[in-house]
Nanobody, 124 residues
Framework: QVQLVESGGGLVQPGGSLRLSCAASGSIFSINAMGWFRQAPGKEREFVATISAKGGNTVYADSVKGRFAISRDNAKNTLYLQMNSLKPEDTAVYYC?????????????????WGQGTQVTVSS
């Protein structure tokens, strides 16, 4: 069993920044990939970014490439998402997810445990 707890969401103006964190417990954190997904009202959950078990490989959705950065600290069992140049269309609930393999993919089915989500609202 894996427990994931996100934090760091909030209200930010367009062009601003936020850093999300995801604290993991209940498993050996460094074995599997981790990912971030988001879900806006009335829309399906969508892939944001994923990072491999050791942190050497990252993949981003085209919509966030160059603005967001995923990272992990395996010593602290924590996943991060640095979000810069935020846009109103980034508004969503953001979820961290535990991957089933050492290398992550954009597919929801490749993740077996999910956090409860943290709200990010980008608005002036």
């Amino acid at each position: 069993q894996v427990q994931l707890v996100e934090s760091g969401g909030g209200l930010v103006q367009p062009g601003g920044s936020l850093r999300l964190s995801c604290a993991a417990s209940g498993s050996i954190f460094s074995i599997n990939a981790m990912g971030w997904f988001r879900q806006a009202p009335g829309k399906e959950r969508e892939f944001v970014a994923t990072i491999s078990a050791k942190g050497g490989n990252t993949v981003y959705a085209d919509s966030v490439k160059g603005r967001f950065a995923i990272s992990r600290d395996n010593a602290k069992n924590t996943l991060y998402l640095q979000m810069n140049s935020l846009k109103p269309e980034d508004t969503a609930v953001y979820y961290c997810a535990h991957g089933v393999r050492p290398f992550g993919t954009p597919q929801v089915s490749e993740y077996d445990y999910w956090g409860q989500g943290t709200q990010v609202t980008v608005s002036s």
